[in-house]
């Protein structure tokens, strides 16, 4: 629906109460202190962390004009303003990513900090609560632990029994603090005096092990005893022995598994006490985890479980000695991600009992994690969950799509009472679990689905009156969950699961609107960047397992997500610190164009998965990849001469905007009529055209009116992986909002609702994963849960609900509000948790008439844009503002009513 004309416009303003806007009582005061995204974080290794705040008011339109920081080693020094290590007055209206510039920071130091802060009604808040940071083990030779393993011969080619380490040992009375700092070859799970250490799970991550290590730090102050005390910890394969990728690959970082912990305690009167990993430890893989996988599952016989074995007086005489390895500790670093965690719990919606005895369990979403499995029944009951993401249209199993993958569990009973399993050492993808061998009739009680990603925040929400359209983006969100565990993977069910660059780029800004992404993606790039190659190529995906690299729209997540990170969260120094990837990348390119600017020749993905159709009348959907290589290689550049820009490395900055122009040139000689025709005439090539803004103006309105007639003789999209992130937004861009909305609705095949009228739950990999006749797709690639296609989240939360941001004060600083309806809808709200507050916008259509509702959070100002620009009047609180064409809006909730046709 094209806002065409407007009669007459009401705006009121409105005190309210949220997050961001408090009672009178409170007036201003300041919430949610963050160090580095992360609330109290401790074991960071960032020298320089950064301190960010969020203001809390209950007036409207109020900015932030001075804040004062302190900083202390101790928390009543801290209250007291007395002995403080970095104490900050600025006037100043940043309230994000401050940075803190006392004294150099030492190993496992924890500094207390406070805010406070000044706003432009003179007024003052009071000191804000305490918060805090801790830093980690900075140094190698902080590392007094040694790297153990056991001492064991194994058949490296196949899944072994998981390993078990563990030490009894005895303190003093009288703990002030303790710490465990631990890592692995392997996944690991710790536990000191029979508790578990954390709530992490697959710890330690996935990094580029042979670059990268994560370690954890957990404070274990409450675990730890005077006199007697144990550790435990098991090991499984993971991602570092474990099966990857094809062809029976394995022992991708090494064949075997390993071990480094330390436990740091300090007592009440200043003495401390190290106990660390070496060969007093002892070690067996004689317990009950047969076999773990992160591709197959896991095989776990209670009857062999070691009762004790993380207490004190537990019998280990059979056990070994752990051998002492001379592995490493340089490439130990603190994680800058969100934890894996078990986020949630699902239950089934139903239970299907199949003639020959098993039971099928429907939880009603395709999920990722595990089964929590509850079961009583006689010893040497056999128990067996496979995993499925769909049925067939015969209601009968389908696991042909998982390829090589088992995805299953094997439980064998102990038969004593209640028993509860949890998987330790692998993950499913799955909607459905059959069940057999299960002793009588299992019970919606004897299963639970246990959610397992990526804790991020939850940032975004979006609505409509479509109710189609919300199952989209419930799809959306779940596909994020599912595919973001500690790196962004194409699918988590099939023996894939790799961190594929051109879905994690094109995806990233959906990401962003919908999870507070920032320090997920600032963790992975920086695997992006040591795994990139000396002749600055980037690998197709990170961690690299694979070895191919430098793939048009895969490799150019080197740019594309660090901007994306900047512009969404304001966060300056991930441009910093993947600058010098970046430029790299561009010199591959560069290298790879030659002097005529055009890269051309190679092989690259493509717009992958585009629709595809036995009909010649459809092969209009296929572009030329040298089409799209060199379209690519110009947007990059010219983020990147931005990026320079903002850096103020003014001489790169001009460098890059040259050679993105001549890139531009070189393209429309090489690819562009005179008449906006484009060589690939396809939506997926006029949309990176117009979208990277490669065409002059003449050029793009005729390759505009291209994209539109392509879209309108198709009556439905035809893009891949690198067009359908972009193609609504372009068109928008051009003014056809009308086709953009027309793609969205439309329910057939192929279609973003085509999967929702099929029952999906997550965004599948392709259009017609599952066909109108209830086949499905080849089972070499088909994805029920594959996030690139919800890229189209974007597109809902900026133009639908209009929620935008403007990066030349990027974070959400300066904010655009900018609804735009159609399609039918008659409402629409979305809102996102940015790092000043929360910032929604909702619409609604009554009588002819736009109702919008804004929310604007403190110390940020918006701009609310109105259609074609013919305001006639309009009363800001009961003041005539004339002649705008926007209207500008300071923090508070406002209702806008407006005229349209």
Known sequence: MKLRKIFYLYIVSLLFVTSSFISAQAELKTDNLRTEYKTNPI??????????????????????????????????????????????????DQSVHIEYKGSELKSRQRVFWQVRIWDNYDRVSDWSEVSFWEMGLLKVDDWEANWIEADLEENQKISEPAQYFRKEFKIDDNVKSARLYITSHGLYEAYINGSRVGEQVLTPGWTSYNKRLQYQTYDVTDLVK?????????????????????????????????????????????????????????????????????????????????????????????????????????????????????????????????????YIFDLGQNMVGWIKLKVEGKAGTVIKLRHAEVLDKYGEFYTANLRAAKQEIEYILKGDGEEIYNPHFTFQGFRYVEVSGFPGEPTFENLTGVVVHSDMTPAGTFVCSDSLINQLQHNIVWGLKGNFVDVPTDCPQRDERLGWTGDAQVFAPTACFNMDAASFYTKWMKDVAVDQGEDGSVSDVVPNILGGSGHTGWADVAVVVPWTIYK???????????????????????????????????????????????????????????????????????????????????????KYTELSQKIKDAFITEFVTPKGRLVSNTQTAYTLALAFNILPKGLEEMAAENLAKNVERFKHITTGFLGTPIISQTLTRIGRNDLAYMLLTRKKYPSWLYPVTMGATTIWERWDGQKPDSTFQNIGMNSFNH???????????????????????????????????????????????????????????????MHTEIVIPPNTQARFILADNKLLSAFVDGVKVNNRSDLQFGSGKYVIIYDIN
């Open 43 to 92: 074991g960071i290794d960032i020298m320089i962390p950064r301190l960010s705040w969020e203001l809390t008011s209950d007036k409207q339109n109020t900015l932030q004009t001075k804040y004062e920081i302190r900083c202390s080693e101790n928390i009543d020094d801290l209250l007291n303003g007395k002995n403080l290590i970095w104490e900050s007055a600025l006037e100043s």
């Open 787 to 849: 996030y690139a296609y919800g890229a189209i989240g974007n597109w809902l939360y900026s133009t639908v609900a209009g929620i935008r941001l403007d990066e030349t004060k990027p974070g959400y600083k300066s904010i655009i509000i900018d609804p735009n309806p159609g399609g039918g809808l008659t409402s629409a709200a979305a809102s996102i948790k940015t790092i000043y507050g929360k910032v929604s916008s909702s619409w609604e259509i009554i009588e002819n008439k």
């Open 568 to 654: 969404c969260y304001g966060d300056k120094r991930i441009l910093e610190e993947q600058y010098e990837s970046m430029k790299a990348w561009i010199g591959f390119m560069k290298n790879k164009a030659g002097d005529d600017y055009l890269w051309d020749g190679d092989w690259h993905y493509g717009d992958w998965l585009s629709f595809d159709d036995e009909s010649p009348a459809y092969m209009g959907a296929y572009t030329e990849t040298d089409l799209i290589a060199t379209a690519y290689f110009a947007y990059s550049t010219n983020l990147l001469s931005k990026i320079a820009g903002v850096l103020g490395k003014v001489k790169d900055s001009e």
């Open 226 to 358: 005077g006199n007697g005390n144990a550790i435990g910890t098991a090991l499984g394969d993971g991602w570092y022995r474990g099966f990857l990728a094809w062809e029976n690959n394995r022992n991708v970082y090494g064949g075997n598994l390993g071990l480094i912990a330390q436990l740091e305690i300090e007592y009440s009167n200043g003495k401390k006490e190290i106990i660390i990993s070496d060969d007093s430890w002892k070690a067996t893989n004689d317990g009950p985890i047969l076999s773990s996988d992160i591709y197959n599952g896991e095989i776990y016989d209670a009857r062999k479980e070691l009762k004790g074995w993380t207490g004190i007086n537990f019998n280990d005489e059979k056990w070994d000695n752990a051998v002492v390895k001379d592995h490493s500790k340089e490439k130990l670093i603190s994680p800058q991600g969100p934890l894996v965690k078990e986020v949630e719990e699902i239950k089934p919606i139903g239970i299907i009992m199949k003639p020959d005895g098993k």
